[in-house]
Every structure is written in C-alpha cells, then in structure tokens.
C-alpha cells in the first residue's frame, strides 16, 4: 500500500480479457435535469485515449447537492456502459460493488474532512480501473490505527486500503488541495 506517489503503478502485468467497452474520454453535463444522473458527453478537451483503449468518465461536482449518492449513480451508470454490470457472475457483481464502495468512501472523506470534493475521475482499461477524486482539502488520508471493527466512523480508508490494488495521494506543487486516487483489478 502506497499513501503518496508521483504517478500510477508501473506495469500491471498481462492483459485479461473482457470489460473494455468503446475507448473514448467522456465528461458528464454541466448539471443533471432534475437531481438525476448527469449524463456523460464528449469532451473534445479530454486528452486523447491511452494505446491500451482507457475510457475516462469525469463528473463535476459545482454546484451539485448529494454528491455521495450522484457520484455512485455515475459510477453504476459508468459500469453498466463497460459491460461490468448486470454482472453475470457472483465474481463480476462483487467487482462492481467494490468499485460504488470505493467511489462512495473517497467521496464521502472528501465530504467530511475537504470541504467536498471537486471531481471524480474514473478511467478504465483492460487490467484496472482508476478512480480519483479531487478536493481542495490539505490533510492526508490514511487508514486510522489501531482499527477497530467494532467502533462507528474511521472505516474509510481501511475499507480503501483492504479492497485497492494500491492508492495514494497526489499533490501539485503551489497548487491547494489534492487527488485521492485508488486502483481495482477488472473482472476477468
């Protein structure tokens, strides 16, 4: 486990098959009719989509409300499109449902100790998929220790911890506030 780090991991060894989907960058809708979902659109400006066919969803969090249960419901929507979900296996809908706990406990930590959070950014190629939330928040995340199951609040980062690949923080020098990112294997 990595709590700071320059840039993703390295190599992540062979390519698997299946939960590719069409590659393209997206970003959703300036606001989303109604509180539902905001739907993803073409981004012209998003750079273009690495050689291993990465697809990118970016949602916006300006001036939205219920940002925990929108960020899932554009995660879900994300998976569906990827052909994670409807999972036809128990292997693939417990991949699936790591991915909305994850998206739900960086967003719901950029809630309570940033000031909410800026972005989300989930981007996935054949062997993992990235998510990234930016906040402006200064505080470092790390699992609490000495966990303790059976004690309300601080579970966060260890559930992090527990169901990633790896994660970390990412900082811009001169530049306030952060990206908490976190990596999951796709389903096989």
Same mark, same amino acid.
């Given at each position: 486990?990595?709590? #700071?780090?320059?840039?993703?991991?390295?190599?992540?060894?062979?390519?698997?098959?299946?939960?590719?989907?069409?590659?393209?960058?997206?970003?959703?809708?300036?606001?989303?009719?109604?509180?539902?979902?905001?739907?993803?659109?073409?981004?012209?400006?998003?750079?273009?989509?690495?050689?291993?066919?990465?697809?990118?969803?970016?949602?916006?969090?300006?001036?939205?409300?219920?940002?925990?249960?929108?960020?899932?419901?554009?995660?879900?929507?994300?998976?569906?499109?990827?052909?994670?979900?409807?999972?036809?296996?128990?292997?693939?809908?417990?991949?699936?449902?790591?991915?909305?706990?994850?998206?739900?406990?960086?967003?719901?930590?950029?809630?309570?100790?940033?000031?909410?959070?800026?972005?989300? #950014?989930? #981007?996935?190629?054949?062997?993992?998929?990235?998510?990234?939330? #930016?906040?402006?928040?200064?505080?470092?995340?790390?699992?609490?220790?000495?966990?303790?199951?059976?004690?309300?609040?601080?579970?966060?980062?260890?559930?992090?911890?527990?169901?990633?690949?790896?994660?970390?923080?990412?900082?811009?020098?001169?530049?306030?506030?952060?990206?908490?990112?976190?990596?999951?294997?796709?389903?096989?």
């Amino acid at each position: 486990m990595s709590t #700071t780090r320059p840039c993703s991991p390295g190599d992540r060894g062979p390519e698997p098959s299946g939960a590719s989907g069409t590659p393209g960058g997206a970003a959703p809708a300036a606001g989303a009719p109604d509180g539902g979902v905001a739907t993803p659109t073409a981004d012209p400006a998003s750079p273009p989509v690495p050689s291993g066919g990465a697809q990118v969803r970016r949602l916006s969090f300006d001036d939205q409300s219920g940002v925990v249960p929108l960020a899932r419901d554009f995660a879900r929507q994300a998976l569906y499109d990827w052909g994670w979900l409807p999972a036809a296996t128990a292997d693939r809908r417990a991949a699936a449902e790591d991915v909305l706990l994850v998206v739900s406990e960086l967003v719901t930590n950029a809630c309570l100790h940033a000031d909410g959070p800026d972005l989300l #950014t989930i #981007t996935c190629d054949r062997k993992v998929i990235r998510l990234e939330v #930016t906040d402006r928040g200064d505080g470092q995340p790390s699992p609490r220790t000495p966990h303790r199951a059976g004690r309300p609040g601080g579970h966060g980062m260890f559930i992090v911890q527990r169901l990633c690949l790896d994660w970390g923080v990412l900082r811009t020098p001169d530049v306030a506030g952060k990206s908490v990112w976190a990596e999951l294997g796709t389903p096989a």
